[in-house]
């Protein structure tokens, strides 16, 4: 079987073939962009995790050799053959201003924000990241506590030099915020909600299907409000629902995506947007 992807649209074929079930054949995906974000990066990297699972074996290629260099040096291939089961850590990408691929689980959460505050802190110096850090956990506690995921949560994030950017995308394969929603609302006896309604519903303040103590209790509204107030953009894709952050606000639209299911999330971190640190001069008492 061969896919060839020219487009985000073109990610319908993954999530159609995940929702077959399929077993012990070879998948060639040949990818015709020229340009991943991280969103590209944590698609590819689920759909060659789940079929790994069902021991399909994968290959992929790509038209432009900038792309395959890239691949090659994120090492997609060997973090997705080492965490069909468990999560398994890579070292530090060499050439490349990017962390690795991650796979995130809820003991080893706050390991991996402390080592992303650092990777941050090596391009935002003098920035304020307190905020970008509560974001982050947000987003992953999100994951562990609503998503449901079969093979878990994924966190890559790389830095663009010449937009002095950072893009962060967190990503499961879980049954996506309209149903995690629903499946809410009907508990308590509420009425069913259109999948776009449900975003928006979970983008209120302090609305969550889910209170642990790992849980900020904050939900999506923290995310919204931050880069809402620092003028950058997001985008969530959830089941058939694309919403798109900007600083005017909020728009939703189909997802282009066919299939899709879970939930990614894309934040487009402007460095010079970030609130400066601020200083806190230490002074002498004498008695």
């Known amino acids: 079987m061969t896919e ?26 040949i990818i015709e962009k020229s340009f991943l974000e991280p969103t590209d990066i944590l698609i590819l990297t689920q759909f060659i995790i789940k079929q790994n699972q069902r021991n399909c074996e994968i290959t992929v290629s790509a ?19 080492k965490n069909i089961d468990m999560a398994t850590t890579l070292d530090a990408i060499e050439n ?13 959460m706050f390991s991996y924000i402390d080592s992303t505050q650092k990777y941050f802190r090596s391009f935002c110096d003098g920035k304020d990241l307190s905020m970008l ?11 562990h506590n609503h998503s449901h995921s079969s093979i878990g949560a994924y966190v890559f994030c790389q830095y663009y030099s010449s937009q002095n950017e950072i893009k962060l995308a967190v990503s499961d394969l879980g049954i996506g915020i309209p149903m995690s929603v629903n499946s809410f609302n009907k508990s308590k006896n509420q009425k069913e909600l259109s999948s776009r309604e449900c975003v928006i519903w979970a983008l209120k303040e302090n609305m969550t299907t889910k209170s642990i103590p790992q849980n900020m209790g904050k939900g999506l509204d923290i995310i919204k409000s931050f ?24 728009k939703y639209e189909e997802n282009p995506i066919s299939f899709f299911n879970g939930t990614l999330v894309q934040l487009n971190i402007k460095i ?11 002074v002498e008492w004498s008695f």
Do not use: H, Q
């Open 133 to 143: 850090d509560l974001c982050l956990s947000e987003l992953i506690n999100n994951v």
């Open 96 to 108: 490349y201003t990017a962390m690795p691929i991650r796979r995130v689980e809820e003991e080893s």
């Open 227 to 250: 880069m809402g107030k620092t003028n950058l953009t997001w985008k969530l894709y959830t089941n058939d629902v694309l919403m798109n952050g900007y600083p005017s606000g909020i």
């Open 63 to 81: 038209s432009d050799s900038n792309v395959l260099d890239y691949l090659k040096a994120i090492k997609i291939v060997d973090f997705c053959s």
């Open 4 to 29: 060839i992807l020219k487009s985000i649209n073109d990610y319908f074929k993954l999530y159609s073939i995940m929702r077959k079930e399929l077993s012990n054949i070879n998948i060639e995906l």
């Open 272 to 282: 010079d947007n970030l609130p400066d640190l601020e200083i806190i001069e230490s």
